[in-house]
């Protein structure tokens, strides 16, 4: 990419702006790379200057790929059964279809067809069914040229989540059980048919109408055991929930979730989940008295959450241990809302070893910086940042489902390091951004 007169002109219009743009990007912007320069350069940029050349290239090879290239999987992925996976290649100039094809036994193997016609568009959508394997290849060939064709770089996993816990209340709560603190305290948990994921049942604690919960809440949802933790386990659960909140500290709740943990028959322990919690039960009520809730101080969910949203946790330094886990919901005195929904209920773990998160970008959007990688099959993801790129990185930036997270107005930093983590913490390498930084890449 090639320009050679730069003139930017504000034109004296009102939003006329003598900025530029350089790039190769998508229509929406979420593939490629751009180079975006306003009015203000940070140490280390350079002016836009007559006569610049861009030139885009792979990161590993320095050039272009000019025949039909398998991107992914390219291996060290790991995929599940029943899951859909999404087969990438440069189609190279032969057009027409292309057959794609797997084995599981390594590339001497025997090999099993997955499409026999599919348009050499470089994507295709696979369902993926059959066996489990650690030494699985694909390969893509074209039906036109049969010069053009290519496999896997190295093996990659097809593996199956096992369910130790998968509980949606639809058919009642097998196992389950429901207390309170006794005394004063009550407990407003039941199976309701008011708001649900899937199927029509989730728990709830709070009204069996279309009232509020009660006062005094110290309310517990109580799981079965699940024994012998296996490796790699998570914890996977959503939820809805409304509670009342302080208005003149925004951070803290009188009214709240909290998850809890028994291990091997002990007592119950905080449980903290991936992200932690959003708010912190108040240690005092208005005008100074003390509040009135069970669980003063400690951090919370609370507030406002009218979709469903996703909360998982790494349980693999618990593995080996039997685990019981406890939703306790407290409420104060007075001002009470809808209450805590709860459903879909998992805890799984995979049989493969998941690889860490690849296939990183980073890049700059406006003020934002956005982060990309490839799924590796993690329910969830961590995003921690540093100054330095030797670390310490320790500074929270987020977690996600998905394999994007933008961190907003991240360029207000001139340089930071991030790393994107799975659940158990396992880290990729560093990527650096900052104010007037172009997008950059790295596995």
């Known amino acids: 990419m090639q320009y050679q007169d730069v003139n930017p002109n504000s034109n004296d219009g009102a939003f006329d702006m003598p900025w530029a743009t350089i790039g190769l990007q998508n229509q929406d912007h979420t593939m490629g790379l751009e180079y975006y320069y306003s009015n203000v350069y940070t140490a280390g940029s350079s002016n836009l200057v007559d006569g610049l050349a861009v030139m885009y290239t792979t990161a590993g090879s320095g050039t272009l790929f000019s025949t039909l290239t398998v991107l992914a999987p390219d291996g060290g992925e790991a995929y599940f059964i029943d899951s859909t996976a999404a087969i990438s290649w440069f189609p190279g100039s032969s057009g027409g279809t292309v057959r794609i094809e797997l084995t599981r036994t390594g590339l001497s193997g025997s090999w099993e067809t997955i499409a026999g016609a599919a348009p050499n568009t470089g994507l295709y959508n696979w369902v993926i069914t059959g066996s489990s394997s650690n030494n699985c290849y694909l390969r893509v060939l074209s039906n036109v040229d049969p010069q053009e064709s290519d496999s896997s770089n190295a093996a990659f996993s097809i593996g199956q989540l096992s369910y130790l816990m998968n509980e949606s209340f639809e058919a009642g709560a097998n196992g389950w059980t429901i207390d309170s603190a006794g005394g004063t305290w009550v407990s407003d948990w039941h199976i309701s048919t008011e708001r649900a994921q899937s199927g029509t049942h989730s728990y709830k604690c709070g009204s069996s109408g279309a009232g509020t919960y009660r006062s005094f809440n110290d309310a517990r949802l109580i799981s079965p055991i699940v024994n012998d933790l296996p490796e790699s386990a998570q914890l996977r659960f959503v939820q809805q929930f409304e509670t009342e909140i302080s208005i003149a500290f925004p951070d803290s709740a009188y009214d709240g979730c909290v998850i809890e943990v028994s291990i091997n028959g002990g007592g119950w322990q905080e449980f903290i989940p991936t992200g932690g919690y959003t708010k912190t039960f108040r240690y005092q009520a208005g005008g100074g008295n003390p509040a009135t809730g069970p669980m003063l101080g400690r951090p919370c969910f609370g507030g406002t959450q009218d979709t469903w949203s996703t ?133």
């Open 311 to 443: 909360v998982t946790a790494d349980l693999n330094a618990l593995a080996g241990d039997d685990v019981r886990f406890r939703f306790r919901f407290g409420s104060d005195a007075v001002n009470n809302r809808e209450g805590w929904y709860v459903d879909n209920v998992q805890i799984f773990a995979p049989n493969v070893v998941l690889p860490p998160p690849v296939a990183l970008t980073i890049a700059v959007s406006g003020t934002d910086i956005v982060l990309r990688w490839a799924d590796s099959g993690y329910a969830g993801y961590t995003v921690y940042s540093a100054a330095e790129s030797e670390g310490p990185f320790d500074t929270f930036e987020g977690t996600t489902a998905a394999t994007t997270l933008t961190i907003v107005n991240g360029t207000a930093s001139a340089k930071r390091f991030y790393y994107v983590g799975e659940l158990a913490g396992r880290l990729s390498s560093p990527l650096s951004g900052g104010t007037g930084t172009p997008s950059s890449s790295g596995d």
